[in-house]
């Protein structure tokens, strides 16, 4: 399809867009309302946004502007090279005089959808990021029901993450957490079993990956069962495993790896203080506490 195959725009309210190019369309006809100063980066971070809601409400789109995404990808091909700085830099940088950045980027987008169309993908994709509910809100999700952690980390293996359990009531010191996680994510000998080195070793997998280089997949997934029996055991231990996992998770994210965890607790009202500078929340399925009652 050219670009003159497409059909005109005419403005109407952004509730009544079809699709992300319906959308864009929109900010083509009145960018000064949609792009505060023109600013192209505004728009990139809008389109990131809105695929961030696509993921999280499990909408298929034709949208993919992350930075490496199809979009950039595709442009990083015709500017014969991408800057880690995201497709808005890369298009700024490459402005001709005579035109502005968001022109320039229309211009683009419409050689990008002509391309697209004439060379369909021979599958289907998804928008929704795997694990992405997990991610979203909190690194750490508690579970009180066993059904639905076991449905959960099911579904977590059928998207390719590699899944860790710990059963953290065996746990009756602190010392136990840190010889039955050392062996699960196989910690070099030198593994100094306090709280410090687990950062330092946690770390590593999940920024870097495994030291057993086993293959990772989608993400990592740690899984501790009975938590809180270390809890009761091991207070302070507890929350600080968790903030540290939580720490590392947004770490790795920064990376393009996904570390989740997943914690089961037979005390319906347990809680803990916010980890990774993030609460620690209640899975979906159990958020209200009416649904944490037999």
């Not at 980027?105 to 697209?116: E, K, P």
């Not at 030291?211 to 009761?232: C, N």
Request: proline letters at 5%; one cysteine or more.
């Amino acid at each position: 399809m050219s670009t003159e195959d497409l059909p005109a725009s005419t403005a109407k309210h952004w509730q009544d867009c079809t699709d992300v190019y319906d959308f864009l369309d929109q900010v083509r006809l009145r960018p000064g309302m949609w792009l505060s100063g023109g600013s192209l980066h505004d728009l990139q971070t809008m389109l990131i946004g809105y695929q961030v809601a696509l993921g999280v409400h499990s909408i298929d789109d034709p949208c993919d502007f992350w930075h490496g995404g199809a979009f950039s990808q595709w442009l990083g091909t015709r500017l014969g090279g991408s800057s880690p700085l995201g497709w808005a830099a890369d298009i700024q940088r490459n402005t001709p005089d005579d035109s502005t950045p968001v022109e320039e980027f229309f211009r683009l987008l419409d050689a990008y959808r002509s391309g697209v169309a004439q060379n369909p993908t021979p599958t289907a994709t998804t928008t929704r990021l795997p694990g992405i509910e997990y991610m979203i809100n909190t690194f750490v999700t508690l579970f009180w029901r066993k059904r639905l952690l076991t449905q959960a980390v099911a579904r977590l293996e059928e998207r390719g993450f590699r899944v860790i359990r710990l059963e953290a009531g065996q746990w009756n010191t602190e010392r136990d957490m840190h010889r039955a996680v050392a062996i699960a994510l196989d910690f070099p000998d030198y593994y100094g079993h306090n709280l410090d080195a687990l950062n330092d070793c946690l770390g590593d997998v999940a920024c870097y990956g495994g030291y057993d280089d086993a293959p990772e997949g989608a993400g990592l997934v740690l899984v501790f069962t009975d938590y809180d029996r270390f809890a009761t055991s091991c207070p302070r231990a507890a929350q600080v495993v968790l903030d540290i996992v939580a720490d590392q998770a947004r770490q790795a994210a920064v990376l393009r790896r996904r570390l989740i965890c997943l914690v089961q607790s037979n005390d319906p009202q347990i809680r803990f203080e916010p980890v990774g500078a993030m609460p620690v929340m209640w899975n979906s399925d159990e958020w209200l506490d009416s649904n944490r009652r037999t």
